[in-house]
């Protein structure tokens, strides 16, 4: 894989990372403990609130772990390990790399054949 690509590869998972970022610092709000005064809100709207609290949370850790695939990909590129399956040690194929350049691992390993 030539050092251009490589480079496409780390552009595209630094801009991923940090929308991310910015996605995570935009719930916070949402993910605070929903206050379950009785005067201010009813049932429903603590309920409603509930839900909201829990999908952002959900969101927050699926963000998370896609950060964690993120940086790992980013340290395979500085290493020079990047674009190899870490299973098997054959080359990723450049068209996986393009759908997710986070992928550890090639098709075929990534199915168990």
């Given at each position: 894989?030539?050092?251009?690509?490589?480079?496409?590869?780390r552009?595209?998972?630094?801009?991923?990372?940090?929308?991310l970022?910015?996605?995570?610092?935009g719930?916070?709000t949402?993910?605070?403990p929903?206050?379950?005064?009785q005067?201010?809100?009813?049932r429903?709207?603590?309920?409603?609130?509930?839900?909201?609290q829990?999908?952002?949370?959900?969101?927050?850790?699926?963000?998370?772990?896609r950060?964690?695939?993120?940086t790992?990909?980013?340290?395979?590129?500085?290493?020079?390990?990047?674009?190899?399956?870490l299973?098997?040690g054959?080359?990723?194929?450049?068209?996986?790399?393009?759908?997710?350049?986070?992928?550890?691992?090639?098709?075929?390993?990534?199915?168990?054949?």
């Amino acid at each position: 894989m030539d050092e251009n690509s490589i480079e496409q590869y780390r552009r595209r998972l630094l801009e991923e990372r940090a929308s991310l970022d910015a996605e995570e610092a935009g719930t916070e709000t949402d993910r605070k403990p929903v206050e379950l005064d009785q005067q201010s809100v009813g049932r429903l709207s603590r309920m409603d609130a509930l839900q909201v609290q829990a999908m952002a949370s959900a969101q927050s850790r699926r963000r998370t772990a896609r950060r964690a695939q993120i940086t790992a990909a980013l340290k395979r590129i500085d290493e020079g390990e990047f674009g190899w399956c870490l299973e098997c040690g054959e080359p990723i194929e450049p068209r996986r790399l393009d759908f997710d350049p986070a992928s550890a691992v090639c098709i075929a390993c990534a199915r168990g054949t």
